[in-house]
């Protein structure tokens, strides 16, 4: 009791409390504005963070993390331009309510569902992440090994594109984390006599490259400017009766993302288009879906902020990042000293439930900062793009030169940049890329500590406890069935459209 | 055959493979102990881009081409000024990068350019190192520039 009362303290200092209405109010506006996202606003903030204590540091991240989200939604409704992928399905429902002068009345569902989700799912968060905690502590190095290539493969097997582009992409981040010295002999490794390289490489460097600076690149090449009008709007709440009408569609939609968020490598995206699929079979209203009814903002803005809370479950409980936003989240918890992994919830109790409490106080700063942040944005179109692009860049440099002082880090910020254009153009995913290099680490050393106990032995290490042969049976299951797919959608693919020009 | 090589999906296929391989073989000369999950991932990637790269060659059709237009000035720019940082500090090496960023994103008026590249690469460098402490490379031992 004394541990989550100190929690709530720490979570309610002024610090931490300034620290969630700058992020939530950042993270809206990052997130309302087309490309950015997410990653974006992360990248932008993590430099602020570096002389901040833990749970500040936390919380202004968890607040552009939650604020981005949502905000991707206010131009999906406005301008039919959603500022985040996450959005997308609500444009189906929010722009013809637009189109009709229901603009006030789509923001409101949009904030309500937003808030909503993320609340529960935040509720789900704190009663799921320590029972899942306290069975992970069974857990050997040989368990370990098979749940991460588990999660590698589920995050490969849902890649958008192509699965084997998706395994490469991990591949390559598996690669990187091996740069450096060897963790248990410490002889170096892909160095080539370079002294900077055998500090290794940096997880932010990578993902400032890969996410910031590459779009920066893919937005320079499309010459993409969002200068679009931005109609009179003002933020209009549904009052108690009306959304006591449509609670099931609330409830259904925060379930269905908090489920999704809690699988590795699916995000809110795809919770969002699962939720709204549902919603046209499920709603009572589903013959008006896509014609401007609310209930198809609510299934797909309650969905995916739930999935804010539960993507937490297994980065926090088990160390392993469900998407490319948990596992920045999580290098930004290694930099502050948190080490997500099943014995966070035993040596660092205060903390994890500080950056619960801070989660709910984030939902709630949305909820009161959505109305002063939607009159922003019919000035903020109005800036040059080359002021935001810039921005980016220094903000990336900054990101990338402060994380340990390391000049090389720019350069490997700016070289993934290059690569990932590349990759991107071409639909290789980038989030295995990432996820690769987040467990690349815990991979070898649970593999290594696992050979050692079994004496090199391949098959005793997959006989090794029920947990795990029930573990590497699902990862076989899930390879014979990413295989299978992928060459079924191969097929249709070559079938349908045969080549690229 | 030839022209279908030079499209730019086959050429990345085909570069990711070559450095899986060249890679690959840099791990299987090296200690076993420590080399022996490298071999495993290396050798695992060089095959499955061997794969991307014959489906790849399988789908194009003609020598297909990305629109770069002056996006190699960019990626270069970014690219000299990251290098630049170590020996020239971070304020120097970003100024010239914010101007050039601005332009080519074609912002061409000379005040709102020079304003931006001022508040946008000089602001950022003295709030977070000057204000707030965190320190960025410097050109100066003293730490001031």
Not at chain 1, 118 to 136: D, E, M, R, T, Y
Not at chain 2, 119 to 131: M, R, S
Request: glycine fraction near 10%; charged fraction near 10%.
């Amino acid at each position: 009791m004394d541990i989550i009362l100190a929690a709530v303290g720490d979570a309610f200092a002024w610090q931490a409390l300034l620290a969630i209405v700058v992020g939530t109010w950042a993270g809206i506006i990052i997130g309302g504005l087309p490309g950015l996202g997410s990653v974006v606003g992360l990248t932008i903030f993590l430099p602020f963070t570096f002389g901040m204590s833990t749970i500040t540091s936390m919380a202004l991240l968890i607040g552009v993390y939650c604020g981005s989200v949502y905000g991707g939604s206010i131009t999906a409704i406005l301008i039919n331009t959603p500022g985040t992928p996450q959005s997308a399905a609500t444009t189906f429902d929010g722009y013809p309510m637009t189109q009709q002068g229901r603009v006030d009345e789509a923001l409101g569902w949009a904030t309500f569902a937003s808030f909503f989700g993320g609340v529960l799912s935040c509720v789900i968060l704190i009663f799921c992440a320590p029972q899942l905690a306290k069975f992970a502590v069974n857990f050997g190095s040989i368990e370990v090994f098979a749940l991460i290539c588990l999660a590698m493969m589920c995050i490969v097997g849902v890649s958008k594109g192509s699965v084997m582009k998706g395994l490469v992409c991990g591949m390559i981040g598996f690669f990187l984390s091996m740069v450096g010295s060897d963790p248990i002999t410490g002889a170096d490794r892909f160095t080539f006599g370079s002294y900077t390289l055998s500090s290794g490489l940096t997880l932010i460097p990578v993902v400032v490259g890969a996410f910031a600076l590459s779009e920066i690149f893919v937005r320079f090449s499309s010459r993409d400017d969002p200068g679009a009008k931005i109609p009179e709007a003002r933020l209009r709440l549904p009052k108690l009766g009306e959304w006591f009408k449509r609670w099931i569609e609330l409830v259904r939609g925060s379930l269905i993302g908090s489920f999704i968020g809690a699988l590795p490598g699916t995000g809110a995206a795809a919770a969002a288009f699962i939720s709204y699929a549902t919603a046209q079979k499920m709603s009572p209203r589903r013959d008006r879906l896509g014609q401007g009814e609310p209930d198809g903002i609510i299934a797909s803005e309650s969905s995916n902020n739930a999935v804010t809370g539960s993507s937490f479950i297994p980065t926090l409980a088990l160390g392993i990042p469900g998407d490319v936003v948990t596992a920045m989240m999580m290098g930004a918890m290694v930099i502050h000293g948190i080490t997500p992994g099943v014995r966070l919830m035993v040596d660092q109790a205060q903390t994890v439930y500080s950056l619960f409490v801070v989660l709910i106080i984030v939902n709630v700063a949305m909820l009161i900062l959505s109305k002063p942040s939607i009159g922003l944005f019919r000035y903020l179109f109005r800036l040059h793009q080359g002021y935001v692009m810039a921005a980016i860049v220094m903000f990336s440099f900054i990101g990338a030169a402060t994380v340990r002082g390391n000049p090389l880090d720019l350069v490997v910020a700016a070289v993934t940049g290059i690569l990932a254009y590349a990759l991107r153009r071409a639909d290789y995913p980038l989030a295995p890329l990432v996820i690769g290099m987040v467990l690349g680490p815990e991979l070898e050393s649970s593999l290594r500590r696992g050979l050692l106990i079994k004496r090199g032995d391949f098959f005793e290490l997959l006989t090794h406890s029920g947990i795990s042969m029930a573990l590497f049976s699902l990862l076989a299951l899930l390879i014979v069935w990413t295989v299978w797919s992928s060459i079924a959608q191969w097929r249709a693919a070559a079938r349908n459209q045969p080549s690229y020009d | 055959m030839v022209a279908r090589l030079a499209h730019p999906r086959v050429l990345l296929a085909l570069g990711l493979f070559l450095l899986g391989v060249v890679l690959a073989f840099h791990a299987w000369s090296g200690p076993s102990d420590a080399m022996l999950v490298p071999r495993i991932v290396l050798t695992l990637w060089s095959g499955v881009a061997l794969a991307i790269t014959l489906v790849e060659l399988s789908r194009v059709t003609g020598t297909g081409s990305w629109p770069l237009s002056t996006l190699p000035v960019l990626m270069g720019a970014v690219l000299i000024a990251a290098i630049a940082v170590a020996s020239l500090g971070f304020l120097l090496a970003s100024l010239p990068l914010v101007a050039l960023t601005l332009w080519l994103f074609r912002l061409h008026r000379p005040l709102p350019m020079a304003l931006g590249t001022l508040v946008i690469a000089g602001g950022l460098w003295f709030l977070f190192h000057h204000v707030l402490l965190i320190r960025l490379p410097t050109l100066l031992t003293s730490g001031a520039l």
